[in-house]
Every structure is written in structure tokens, then in C-alpha cells.
T-cell receptor, first 113, second 113 residues
Framework: NAGVTQTPKFQVLKTGQSMTLQCAQD?????MYWYRQDPGMGLRLIYYSASEGTTDKGEVPNGYNVSRLNKREFSLRLESAAPSQTSVYFC????????????FGPGTRLTVT | SQKIEQNSEALNIQEGKTATLTCNYTNYSPAYLQWYRQDPGRGPVFLLL?????KEKRKERLKVTFDTTLKQSLFHITASQPADSATYLCALDRNNAGNMLTFGGGTRLMVKP
């Protein structure tokens, strides 16, 4: 099993450009999440999908959109990138049952100039 | 407001000693608490989960305690090794729907040989 995979690993954008971060999991998990991690701020939840077909805002959703394409895939889109969105982005998943631990991908390091 | 606090200063200890990391929280009544390990450039990895009705949980050299009266969790690594050097994150559940977690900022542990 590959677990949680994310693409790309690194990305540099100019202000105003758009891009989509891809995430996929092969563990048949119900719930998926997008976080950003900034120095001194810890991990902050952007959006989550409790199950296929549903998405909800997390703590810092402004400037982002998500799509739960199917049970395996959950993408994060930046429509018009801003320097404040420079961060490391992590995707995670969990089975959504009694096993509550989250499995994280390797992250995408995004720089917006 | 809800807050999770971990010591932002690095903890330096000698190999073989016990490392103790602290996680304090306010304005939460979590049903469970989790600890994760994060190595530089990688996503967090789940270590242990402890429920509100459990006082202590052990896994190999790891021990977690959870005091809901003090609103505090302690994470211990006994017989520490240089390979234990990493950042350790605590996380509390936000609610039982969607399995959302709120993460602390993490504490960096350095184990010196």
C-alpha cells in the first residue's frame, strides 16, 4: 500500500496564478483532510471531507476550494494564489470508524511570490 | 477561545534518559487525545491515542497520560535514543463528527549520544 500520496512535492507560483494540489489514499478511508503547516502555527485544518460526496470548511478555508472526486481522491484548489498561502500543505485520511488516527501524506511545499 | 499549548522550545536530553513532553489545553472537553511524530520534511506519523476515560497508555518505550481535570497530557519516551529526535505533536478531537483534530504547535526533541 502506498498510503497517502500527494502531488506535486514542490511548487512555485506567482501571485494570482491558480493550481490544484492532488491527494489520493489507497486505504479505503472514509474521511480526508487538507492542512497547512506554517512555522510557529502548527497544523491548521483548511477543509475536510467526512465521507464521499461531502465537504466542509475547517479553520482556515478562505482562498481555497476542494473536491472529493471519489472515495480515494481529495483535491485542493487555489484559485488566485497569494503570498500568504506560502506554506507546506498536508493531506490526511482516516477510516472514520473507531480507529481515529490520521494518516498523512508527504506534503507539498508551496511558495507564492 | 480553544487553545492547545506545547512547549515551543526544544527539549535536549542525553541518550538513555526519559524524555517528558507536555500538552496543555483550555476550553476543550476532548473525548480523546493523540500524539504524532514528525520528522523534518515529512508528514506527521501517528503514535498513540488515549481516551478521556483512560489515565495511561503504553506502547513499547512510549507512555502517555491524560488528566482531564488538569487538562493536560504527558508524553514520555523511556531509554531515549538519538533516533527519537523529532518534533512531537499532540492533537485533540474537535468533535466526534468528521473526526476533526486540532493540533498543538509541537515540541522538538533532541536526544544527544
Amino acid at each position: 500500500n502506498a498510503g497517502v500520496t500527494q502531488t506535486p512535492k514542490f511548487q512555485v507560483l506567482k501571485t494570482g496564478q491558480s493550481m490544484t494540489l492532488q491527494c489520493a489514499q489507497d486505504m479505503n478511508h472514509n474521511s480526508m483532510y487538507w492542512y497547512r503547516q506554517d512555522p510557529g502555527m502548527g497544523l491548521r485544518l483548511i477543509y475536510y471531507s467526512a465521507s464521499e460526496g461531502t465537504t466542509d470548511k475547517g479553520e482556515v478555508p478562505n482562498g481555497y476550494n476542494v473536491s472529493r472526486l471519489n472515495k480515494r481522491e481529495f483535491s485542493l484548489r487555489l484559485e488566485s494564489a497569494a503570498p500568504s498561502q506560502t506554506s507546506v500543505y498536508f493531506c490526511a485520511s482516516t477510516s472514520g470508524t473507531q480507529r481515529r488516527e490520521q494518516y498523512f501524506g508527504p506534503g507539498t511545499r508551496l511558495t507564492v511570490t | 477561545s480553544q487553545k492547545i499549548e506545547q512547549n515551543s522550545e526544544a527539549l535536549n536530553i542525553q541518550e538513555g534518559k526519559t524524555a517528558t513532553l507536555t500538552c496543555n489545553y483550555t476550553n476543550y472537553s476532548p473525548a480523546y487525545l493523540q500524539w504524532y511524530r514528525q520528522d523534518p520534511g515529512r508528514g506527521p506519523v501517528f503514535l498513540l491515542l488515549i481516551r478521556e476515560n483512560e489515565k495511561e497508555k503504553r506502547k513499547e518505550r512510549l507512555k502517555v497520560t491524560f488528566d482531564t481535570t488538569l487538562k493536560q497530557s504527558l508524553f514520555h519516551i523511556t531509554a531515549s535514543q538519538p533516533a527519537d529526535s523529532a518534533t512531537y505533536l499532540c492533537a485533540l478531537d474537535r468533535n466526534n463528527a468528521g473526526n476533526m483534530l486540532t493540533f498543538g504547535g509541537g515540541t522538538r526533541l533532541m536526544v544527544k549520544p
